[in-house]
């Protein structure tokens, strides 16, 4: 451990909904696997610029090669995981990354690359200035993005009850079960479907010119698609 800050991110496997009449329906699941590995890899360089924290990456190591990680093997501590719930994954990394004395400690539950390290940063310092807070970052579908916290609340993803990443309700009630200030950011969109994807290009096509921590590997990806699909837009 170098920092009192750890930002907790997870190699996802890749998931989307395929509804007929959405853009990337007809994606083969050998490229869903590269999209997704392209914002895993944007969101990790991302997180090394946050310079006073460490990072901690869960993956398959048979679904993700450390050899992806090169750039930034010295700022990154890599966890095996195995084939368990998301929710199982994330309360082990918390109940680990306590016992390791961290005491400012950033979830990420969804790898999107449009995340800023200046978001993050700002993320940590908000928890400097309760003793007992939790910082939730809600989508509009009702579920979230990142989670923030100062005090071990592993136990909002314990499943035994239910999966609260599936069941969205059940972490919104133990959130609000705490009994502690809670601090809301903005809202953002799940990458989890055909529409959400298609956004997620539009915004980065737009920002090519003017975003100064461009997400390159998910732009590349996507201009092979286009190349490669004939992909619709989203409905304004």
Known sequence: MYYHNVIIIFSKTPQINRKPDEPFASLAWGDVDALFSAMLGDIIETSC??????????RNPTEFSDDYLSPFRERIRCYDVQETPLAE??????????AEHYSRIVVLLDNNPLITSKFLEKVLNQLEYEDDCLIVCPTVEGRFFLIGMKANYSSLFDTSAGD???KPDL??????DLNVVIFPTQTNYMLDSGLNLARLKDEIETLRMTKSEFPRRTYEIFKVFTKK?????VPQ
Do not use: S, W
């Open 171 to 176: 972490l919104m009630e133990r959130i609000c």
């Open 164 to 166: 609260p990443l599936a």
């Open 229 to 233: 699909y004939k992909v619709r837009k």
């Open 89 to 98: 994954q994330v309360q082990h990394a918390v109940d680990t990354a306590f």
């Open 49 to 58: 610029r946050v310079l006073q924290a460490d990072v901690h990456l869960y």
